[in-house]
């Protein structure tokens, strides 16, 4: 749509402001008028639904016919769902999502319009289709914190269990700060990417 057309005193258009929205996400450009003309425009940065689902939206086009869509498709349709992995054998599909918040789990009705939403798109040989939170798994590490000095023992303690723990949330958690694979086992070189530059922490041995 246009959204804004600026005049100068003679009534000609100056310049012209043009908001694009695909579904996925919405970005705008700039046109400039020259001598009655337009010259080349400037393009703002994309919002980032764009940079994050372009691509996949290439592939499905609004379509779900594998499990990867199946998931494109989910985190697409709502900036509440951090995480979607999809679970598919013959006749039943299995959705996990994660929701942004203090709890992970979706509630009856977020599970219902998603539902919805995802057999709109998809064929009429989906089948079952369950949309479910994730399921919590304990990890178990014993470490030997070698400290800078003891009297910090304590503190450094208590910070490399926070470090841990923030590494491996679901939702702001990994490498990229978009939340700990669901379903991936942590290993030692994640332990220790979670504790690189932990004050007072001078190394660790498992």
């Not at 203090?102 to 009705?109: G, V, Y």
């Not at 070189?189 to 041995?205: E, M, Q």
């Amino acid at each position: 749509r246009v959204e804004r057309a600026a005049k100068d005193i003679s009534g000609a258009a100056q310049s012209l402001r043009l908001d694009f929205q695909d579904g996925i996400g919405a970005w705008s450009t700039v046109l400039d008028g020259v001598m009655g003309g337009l010259s080349t425009g400037k393009i703002s940065q994309p919002q980032p639904g764009i940079l994050r689902f372009g691509g996949a939206r290439l592939r499905h086009r609004n379509r779900a016919v594998s499990a990867p869509d199946l998931e494109d498709l989910a985190l697409q349709s709502s900036p509440d769902i951090a995480q979607a992995r999809c679970f598919a054998t013959r006749g039943d599909v299995r959705l996990v999502v994660v929701m942004r918040g203090s709890n992970p789990m979706p509630n009856a009705a977020q599970r219902r319009e998603l539902e919805r939403l995802l057999r709109g798109v998809s064929p009429v040989t989906l089948g079952a289709l369950r949309i479910e939170g994730p399921t919590r798994r304990f990890l178990g590490a014993h470490l030997q914190l070698h400290v800078q000095s003891l009297d910090d023992a304590g503190a450094v303690a208590r910070s490399v269990r926070e470090r841990i723990a923030a590494w491996l949330d679901a939702v702001t958690g990994g490498a990229d700060g978009e939340g700990w694979p669901l379903g991936r086992s942590p290993d030692a070189s994640d332990i220790a990417l979670a504790l690189v530059d932990a004050p007072g922490l001078a190394g660790v041995a498992d």
